[in-house]
């Protein structure tokens, strides 16, 4: 009997070394994409329950005696050139980062990718799942805590008018799915990469920092999307990493059958 060639696909829709088909990927990723950005549009139009919720997080926050946002927009507004990175990290890094990170696991740790992407999914439904049973204003629009909207007075400005937003429910901060997705990139990294230095990835979750300080989420919000990573890695099974070691989606030979 032939031995498979590794380099090539196999009927049940992997590509070379046991990745899935791109195409199949790419068309899996645009429809979750649309999925999700009409989520968000859909869960618009709660604009008194969204303010109603926030006041009660902002207050249950304080009475837990969390660390003020406000304070910690004030310590970065004491540099201009600090917020304008916070504002483009904010902006830019999203999306980007977790299109980067999915392309190199599905190039260089396929027997990572499926799990990875499943993770992303999962995540992400139960994100939205979220924004659409409790809408939240976040700190940004709230009168009040003292906190301004600082891509709108420094820039680059992320949203426009809430009203005239097509493309993004502006009441959907809990959970933060900025630090949802930058933990899994942490995790994906930590769990694929083989090199000592790969640790230091666990302060991308860091972003905690940013999308607070720019007045976009509440600590809350960050700590939810967390909860919601840790509770689908523990019930969900296929959310598990594979065993460090040699990847066991590469197709080996293939040995006759019979005597």
């Known amino acids: 009997m032939r031995r498979q060639d590794p380099r090539a696909g196999d009927p049940r829709g992997r590509g070379p070394q046991g990745r899935p088909r791109p195409v199949r990927e790419l068309l899996l990723i645009a429809v979750l994409f649309g999925l999700y950005k009409l989520g968000r549009v859909l869960a618009a139009g709660r604009v008194p329950e969204a303010f109603g919720n926030a006041h009660r997080i902002w207050d249950l926050e304080r009475a837990l005696e969390m660390p003020s946002e406000t304070g910690l927009q004030h310590a970065l507004l004491h540099s ?6 916070a504002n483009c990290y904010y902006a830019y890094v999203h999306f980007p980062a977790m299109a980067v990170f999915l392309l190199w696991t599905y190039l260089r740790r396929p027997a990572h990718y499926r799990w990875i992407r499943r993770t992303v999914v999962a995540l992400t439904a ?25 891509a709108a007075v420094f820039g ?76 689908l890695a523990a019930t969900v099974p296929l ?3 594979p065993s460090r070691g040699p990847d066991r989606n590469v197709p080996g030979p293939v040995r006759p059958e019979g005597p």
């Open 239 to 241: 959310l598990r990493p």
């Open 80 to 85: 201009e050139a600090l917020v304008h990175v």
């Open 156 to 231: 680059p400005a992320v949203y426009g008018s809430p009203e005239a937003d097509t493309m993004a429910n502006q009441y959907a901060a809990m959970p933060s799915l900025h630090i949802g997705w930058a933990a899994v990139i942490a995790l994906g990294l930590i769990a694929g990469a083989r090199t000592r230095w790969r640790w230091l990835w666990l302060l991308h979750p860091a972003t905690t920092a940013v999308v607070v300080a720019t007045a976009n989420h509440y600590w809350l919000d960050g700590a939810v999307a967390l909860a919601l990573l840790v509770l």
């Open 126 to 150: 139960a994100g939205l799942a979220l924004h659409l049973l409790v809408p939240l204003a976040p700190p940004r629009m709230l009168a009040g805590t003292g906190m301004i909207d600082t």
